[in-house]
Structure formats: C-alpha cells, structure tokens
C-alpha cells in the first residue's frame, strides 16, 4: 500500500513492453524531472514483464528489471503500482485481481477487461480500497475519463456521440477523400501500421463498443452489458454509399451514441456507421484521430478531440494517471479512480426502441413495378421516403436504388427492411444506416 508520508520513489511494476508500454517507460525517463516537479515524487519503473525476453527491441533494458512471470510483480514488495498493458482478458483479470488484493493501486488501458468485467473488479477496488485508473482505455490522449468524473460531475450527460475507432475513421476517409474502395482502405491501413493483421475489432465495431460501455457506465452510474447494445461495423459500406451520402451533404463515420432517452428514462448506447450531415463538427474529424462530442444540462456541448491511439498519445493517459496515483498517495487529490454508481438513470434502452431516420441501399431487378413494391411495404410500416436516387447506370439487369426515409423506430425498421429483402425482385443484401442529426 502507498504510504502517503513517504517521499522516497513511488515503484512501478509494468506489465507489457509492447508499442504502449515501451512508450511509458521512454516517456518516463524522458520527462522525470518534470514529473518530480509536478507531483513531488519520483516514477521509477522497477521491474517490467515481457512474453519474450529475447525479443529485439529498440529500447535496451537493464537484465535486472525484465522478467517473464506476472507474479514477480505481486510478489515483489516494494511495487506500489503496477501498469496492465498486456491486452486479453483473463490474464489481464487476473493480474489486476490480484494486484488489488495486494494493496497495489493499478493503472490500466485494456478497454476489452472493462467493458467485459469492470462491475467485478471495480467491486473489488472497493472492497479492497485500492485504486484502479483507466484513462488510457478509452480515446488514446484525450483524457475524456477524467473530464466525466471530475469536470463535468456537476451535469446531468445528456447525450454523447464520438468517433473512437481511428482505424474505422482512416478507412471511410479514404473512401471518401481518394475514392479507394473498402478493401483498398483497409490494407493501405495495414500497410501504414493503423490496422492490425487482423482487423476484426476495428472494423466490425466492437474496439468502439467497448469505450463506448465505459462511457455509458461513467455517466449512467451502472454497468451496462455488451449484450444490452447494438454494434454494426464498416464492413458492408461501399464507394457507392461514401458518394451518395457525399451527395446528399452527409459524410459516413463509425458512430458511437450514448444518449438518455427523455421519454423512457432509459439509456440508449449502439454503435454503427452513419450519415452524419457535413456541417456538424464531428464530419471534419479525419485520419486516425478521435472526438467525442458531450452535452451535458448545466455545461452544454463541448467537444474533445486528439490522438485516439498510438504510442506517445496512449502513453500520455497512462503517465497522468501515474501521476494522479502519485498525488493521491500524498493526499492532494479526491480519488475519483473508482466506479461511482449514481443510479440516476434507467436501464439500457432496447435498440428496437430507439428512434432515428435511415438510409437505405437496394440492389433489384430493373423492372417495372419495383419501386411501388418496396414503397408499399415501408408504407404498410408507416415508414416515409424523404427522397429517392436511382442512378442511370446499371449493371446487367440490376438496379441500385438509395432510399433517404424519415423517422421510424429500429424495430419498426428492421421489419420492413426483412420483407424487402425476401421479395423475388430484390437481389443483394439490403445496406441500411442511421441518419443522425446530433
């Protein structure tokens, strides 16, 4: 346990020395005098463990800190805090759950662990009365965490809506500014080292899903399950749908909503692509960079915008909350590294439930009567169509048809578009998105 009495260095034991954690440990050294003005007290990494001590890396370590057994860091006594940057979850859990136990405060970035199983070990943070920090999990450098918990703690969060995927957000600019289709986008991604070998959690939505959960369970005051909330990936968006939503005046990003439904009382959190109009400043956020657009009842709108990944960016969050540990243990701060439940709110809203206008794409037969058919059944639904274009260009005996349609509820939505997609004229799987007006 930190003794806040004690001047001597505050220890770290550091979990991972991969792209993050060798970003903390250079950063450390880099900015330590800086550090020890600020805070008072040195930040020493003691003791770092790594999956393969043989690697080559572009940091030479001293053969005395590095090891490969995640329990030299709770065995060893004078590690105050230690830094989870491993990624997973089970060992990660189980590395945290233990160091809690243990007396020893921890900092982590691992998104995944939270969302999947913060109720648990914030519990235990509780019980233990042992700090976890996280400002690293979510938005890279934008310290998006601290803001909820500590500068907006007088609001009542009406409403958030963040780009927080930048590989998502690299990819659909691409298609947009360049004209690179989806596979195109994403290997040049891949090639530039923003996407992974295996893409899958970037681009099928649930890296921003589970920031998303976070931000939810922060500003709802209860953990919402990865079960309660809707997540659509870029995967199924085309060039024809970047050109056509471009058109109309709107871009396409990979969207997180959270959002308090004044009518139920409940919470509302989904992720997937949609239209959002081309004069809203979200539409101008760009590359591989974040933002996250706040509106809370006393403080209004507020936007927060950097880096939401790489190296020096994640680093940075990870270093500040070393820093607020660091304070804490000197008693200078409110620990706020904690989950506070607040119960204010309701439960998750059913996303059938929400409400919104779409977009929708239809791969037919190009023949007569068509249209009348698909307008019949969104008009069986009371679904309205706003405006409709049908390029002049078709292929073979298909026509694409794209569909701008008024407001309805999902479920109402996802009805409609099911009937549709069964008719004998209907070729390709329906692409349906939301339009959001923010």
């Not at 891949?190 to 976070?214: C, M, R, T």
């Not at 969207?255 to 139920?264: G, K």
Request: hydrophobic share 40%; aromatic share 6%.
């Amino acid at each position: 346990m930190v003794d806040p009495d004690n001047n001597t260095p505050l220890k770290i034991g550091l979990a991972g020395f991969g792209n993050v954690g060798s970003g903390v440990y250079k950063n450390l050294l880099k900015n330590q005098n800086l550090l020890k003005e600020r805070i008072g007290r040195d930040l020493v990494i003691h003791r770092i463990v790594v999956r393969d001590i043989d690697k080559q890396r572009d940091i030479d370590l001293p053969a005395d800190l590095v090891s490969t057994n995640l329990n030299d860091l709770i065995e060893d006594d004078d590690i105050d805090i230690i830094v989870e940057l491993i990624g997973g979850t089970d060992c990660a859990f189980d590395l945290i759950k233990s160091a809690l136990e243990n007396g020893k405060t921890v900092v982590t970035g691992n998104k995944a662990l939270l969302a999947e199983h913060g109720k648990e070990l914030f519990a235990i943070s509780d019980r233990e009365k042992t700090p976890i920090y996280f400002e690293a999990a979510v938005a890279g450098g934008i310290p998006i965490i601290k803001t909820i918990q500590e500068s907006l703690v007088g609001n009542s969060i009406e409403s958030m809506a963040g780009i927080i995927n930048g590989t998502s957000n690299y990819i659909l600019g691409r298609m947009c500014d360049v004209g690179l289709d989806y596979e195109e986008a994403l290997a040049e991604a891949q090639q530039l080292g923003y996407a992974e070998s295996d893409p899958a959690l970037d681009v099928n939505g649930w890296d921003a899903a589970h920031k998303a959960i976070i931000l939810a369970s922060l500003s709802y005051g209860s953990w919402v399950r990865s079960e309660d909330i809707f997540v659509e990936g870029i995967e199924k968006i085309s060039l024809a749908d970047i050109q056509v939503a471009r058109d109309l005046g709107y871009v396409i990003k990979l969207l997180a909503v959270i959002r308090l439904d004044a009518e139920s009382g409940n919470i509302e959190v989904r992720v997937q692509p949609s239209l959002i109009p081309k004069s809203h400043i979200l539409a101008s956020v760009n590359g591989v960079f974040n933002a996250i657009f706040v509106r809370g009842d006393i403080v209004g709108e507020t936007l927060f915008y950097g880096s939401g990944a790489g190296q020096d960016p994640t680093s940075s969050s990870v270093i500040s909350d070393l820093a607020d540990a660091a304070a804490h243990s000197h008693g200078g701060t409110v620990n706020r590294a904690r989950f506070i439940p607040h119960g204010l709110y309701g439960k998750p809203l059913p996303v059938d439930e929400s409400v919104s206008q779409y977009y929708l794409r239809l791969s037919v037969d190009d023949q007569p009567g068509v249209v009348a058919r698909i307008a019949g059944i969104l008009g069986e639904h009371k679904i309205g169509i706003s405006s409709m274009i049908q390029p002049e260009e078709h292929s073979g005996d298909a026509a694409t048809i794209f569909l701008m349609l008024y407001f309805a509820s999902f479920g109402t939505m996802k009805k409609a578009v099911a009937e549709i997609a069964k008719l004998d004229c209907t070729q390709d799987e329906p692409v349906l998105m939301r339009v959001e007006s923010l």
